[in-house]
T-cell receptor, first 116, second 118 residues
Framework: DADVTQTPRNRITKTGKRIMLECSQT?????MYWYRQDPGLGLRLIYY???????NKGEISDGYSVSRQAQAKFSLSLESAIPNQTALYFC???????????????FGEGSRLTVL | AQKITQTQPGMFVQEKEAVTLDCTYD???????LFWYKQPSSGEMIFLIY??????QNATEGRYSLNFQKARKSANLVISASQLGDSAMYFC???????????????FGTGTLLAVQP
């Protein structure tokens, strides 16, 4: 089983609908992230969380919200989806950089969202 | 503000040859880390290699090496003996450590699409 699991893997929805993308991890990491990937733009950070009580906006948080339900769960919501939110969304986790960890991100398999 | 630049949208390389993927970065933080990730057509993100700003030697992982030139703020990925399975999108990323290593946000470049030809 994957250490970082995203659901759904694919979703097609209509403009104005509320969408939730869920992420769960078994790596025991405190730090979790949501990125979106668009062709030619790379990965851009939407929100990140360093523990259950700590939520931070990334560079493109407008139109999105998140919930950190537990150490292992971090959900991304689109309250009213619009077509330019069509993208590949990645959840990721990381450990704190230390002598035993470079602090690299471990990614889920991605959730492809299409907003019509 | 931190920034990552990958100027090569796409590259071709012949199988068994070496290839260099360029990455330059900008940061005012003296403590940072540089990462390379591979994204095959299947979409998953695969961590390849890491270089810390204070590391004295260039990082190597198998056929991957990172040509770290701190004064030029470049962190190019070198893939030796390219294989067909190396065909993928490659992303350079940077993390500023800040004080106490607390930030750990990774900022990504726009990627380079590598095609290995037989």
């Amino acid at each position: 089983d994957a250490d970082v699991t995203q659901t759904p893997r694919n979703r097609i929805t209509k403009t104005g609908k509320r969408i939730m993308l869920e992420c769960s991890q078994t790596k025991g990491h405190d730090r979790m992230y949501w990125y979106r990937q668009d062709p030619g733009l790379g990965l851009r950070l939407i929100y990140y969380s360093f523990d259950v009580k700590d939520i931070n906006k990334g560079e493109i948080s407008d139109g999105y919200s998140v919930s950190r339900q537990a150490q292992a769960k971090f959900s991304l919501s689109l309250e009213s989806a619009i077509p330019n939110q069509t993208a590949l969304y990645f959840c990721a986790t990381s450990d704190l950089p230390s002598g035993s960890s470079d602090g690299e991100l471990f990614f889920g398999e991605g959730s492809r969202l299409t907003v019509l | 503000a931190q920034k990552i630049t990958q100027t090569q949208p796409g590259m071709f390389v012949q199988e068994k040859e070496a290839v260099t993927l360029d990455c330059t970065y900008d940061t005012s933080d003296p403590s940072y880390g540089l990462f390379w990730y591979k994204q095959p057509s299947s979409g998953e993100m695969i961590f390849l290699i890491y270089q810390g700003s204070y590391d004295q030697q260039n990082a190597t992982e198998g056929r991957y090496s990172l040509n770290f030139q701190k004064a030029r703020k470049s962190a190019n990925l070198v893939i030796s003996a390219s294989q067909l399975g190396d065909s993928a999108m490659y992303f350079c990323a940077m993390r500023e450590l800040g004080y106490g290593g607390a930030t750990n946000k990774l900022i990504f470049g726009t990627g380079t699409l590598l095609a290995v030809q037989p």
